[in-house]
C-alpha cells in the first residue's frame, strides 16, 4: 500500500500532519490516540516515508538534491516556518528508503513496542543510546512507539528525560488508545493527532469488496468491530460468527425451561473449549455482551443491534427475560472480565460464568 488516500476514514489526521510537513513545522514529539487498529501505526509508517521518500522528491525537484529538502522541526508552541512548497504529499512508495521503511528496514526509523507485558525501561536507555547519534541517512529519524501505555513507570521516565531534551532531525510519535494512559508530562510535550473509529458502513464496504463477505455477515462483523477494520478482520479469520451461533445454541437453546444434565454437560464442554482459546477470550465476552445487550435494546431501539442476523431469536428471547435478570447477566460478565484481569483460572471462571448466564 502507498498513498495516503488508501487509509480510510483519518483524513482528518492525515491532513493535520501533512500540513505540518508542508509547513516545515513538524513538532518533536506526536501523540497517536485512537482505539486499536483503525490505522494508526499504519500511518506513522507512511509519515515517516513521507518524511524522507526520495522518488517523487527526485522528479520533482531536478535541479536539487534530496539533501537540500530541509524539514524544520519545531517545538508544538514553536512559530509556523515558511512552507516549502516543494515538497511532496504523498510518499512514492516505491523508492529505496521507501521500500526500506515498509518492510521495517530502515535504520532511522526506529521502531519500540512491548517486550512481553511492558515497554521496559532497557528498551529506552538503548532507544537514548541510538539517539546520541546522528541519524545515518534519513531527513528525519522517526521513533514510532506503539502501545506507549504499556511503558512502566521506570520506561515513561526515561522517555520524558528524552523529551525534555529532544535530538535533532527526530521525530517520536507515541501510540495509544487513551490520552489519560500516558503520563501527563509526557503528553503535555508531545502534540495529539486523534484518530477516529471507521465507520461501520465502511468496515462492511470492504469486508464485502476485499473478503468477498456476504452482506448479512458483513453487517455483524462490522457492527462487532468496533470502527476497526482489523478487528473486523480477526473477528472473519477466527469464525467467530460460527463461534458466536455455537456460544447461542449451547448457553440459550431458547426454548427449554428446566436444564438437563446433559446440557450441563455441554456447557462445561464449551468452556473447556474456549478457555483452551486464551488469546481470543476477550472477543468471546465481548460476544456475550453484545448478546446481552441487543436483548435489552430490541425493544427501544432495534436499529442499534449487533447480531441482527439473529433478529428472530432476539425477538423470541426478549419476551422470556426480564431487564433485571439481563442487567445482573451483564454484570456476571463484567465480574469474570475483571477476574480474568486478574490471573484468575479461565476454566474455573468460564464455568462460573456460563452456569449464571444459564440461570
Ligand atoms: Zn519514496
Same mark, same amino acid.
Given at each position: 500500500m502507498c498513498g495516503f488516500e488508501k487509509i480510510i476514514g483519518q483524513t482528518q489526521p492525515i491532513r493535520i500532519l501533512t500540513t505540518l510537513l508542508q509547513n516545515g513545522n513538524v513538532p518533536h514529539a506526536l501523540t497517536f490516540i485512537g482505539n486499536q487498529g483503525i !490505522?494508526?501505526? *499504519?500511518?506513522? *509508517?507512511? &509519515?515517516?516515508?513521507l518524511c524522507n521518500c526520495v522518488g517523487n522528491v527526485d522528479a520533482k525537484n531536478t535541479n536539487q538534491s534530496d539533501s537540500k529538502q530541509a524539514i524544520t522541526i519545531g517545538s508544538i508552541h514553536s512559530a509556523p516556518q515558511i512552507p516549502n512548497s516543494e515538497l511532496i504529499y504523498n510518499p512514492? !512508495?516505491?523508492? $529505496?528508503?521507501?521500500? $526500506?521503511? $515498509?518492510? !521495517?528496514n530502515h535504520p532511522d526509523i526506529i521502531l519500540i513496542k512491548p517486550s512481553g507485558q511492558f515497554i521496559k525501561i532497557e528498551q529506552i536507555r538503548d532507544l537514548r543510546l541510538i539517539i546520541t547519534m546522528k541519524p545515518y541517512s534519513a531527513k528525519l529519524r522517526v521513533v514510532i512507539i506503539d502501545d506507549a501505555q504499556t511503558m512502566n513507570q521506570a520506561a515513561a521516565n526515561a522517555l520524558l528525560k528524552v523529551l525534555e531534551e529532544p535530538p535533532d532531525r527526530t521525530v517520536f510519535i507515541l501510540i495509544a488508545k487513551n490520552k489519560r494512559d500516558l503520563l501527563p508530562t509526557i503528553t503535555s510535550r508531545c502534540q495529539p493527532i486523534r484518530f477516529h473509529p471507521i465507520s461501520l458502513q465502511h468496515i462492511e464496504a470492504m469486508l464485502m469488496t476485499q473478503k468477498n463477505v456476504v452482506p448479512e455477515k458483513a453487517t455483524v462483523l462490522a457492527a462487532m468491530s468496533y470502527g476497526s477494520f482489523s478487528k473486523a478482520l480477526s473477528l472473519l479469520e477466527n469464525d467467530w460468527i460460527n463461534r458466536r451461533d455455537l456460544l447461542i445454541r449451547t448457553i440459550w437453546p431458547g426454548t427449554v425451561n428446566a436444564r438437563s444434565v446433559q446440557s450441563s454437560a455441554m456447557i462445561m464442554a464449551l468452556a473447556a473449549r474456549f478457555a483452551r482459546d486464551k488469546d481470543n477470550i476477550t472477543e468471546i465476552l465481548d460476544g456475550i455482551k453484545s448478546w446481552l445487550r441487543d436483548l435489552l435494546i430490541y425493544r427501544y431501539c432495534p436499529e442499534k443491534m449487533i447480531n441482527y442476523d439473529l433478529i428472530d431469536k432476539i425477538h423470541y428471547m426478549s419476551e422470556q427475560i426480564t431487564v433485571g435478570t439481563l442487567l445482573e447477566k451483564l454484570e456476571a460478565v463484567q465480574t @469474570?472480565?475483571?477476574?480474568?484481569?486478574? +490471573? @484468575? +483460572?479461565?476454566?474455573? *471462571?468460564?464455568?462460573?460464568? &456460563?452456569m449464571q448466564l444459564t440461570r
Open positions: !490505522g494508526k501505526h *499504519t500511518v506513522a *509508517t507512511m &509519515f515517516a516515508m512514492c !512508495g516505491v523508492c $529505496k528508503v521507501c521500500r $526500506k521503511i $515498509k518492510s !521495517g @469474570a472480565e475483571r477476574k480474568i484481569r486478574a +490471573n @484468575a +483460572n479461565l476454566r474455573l *471462571t468460564l464455568d462460573s460464568l &456460563f
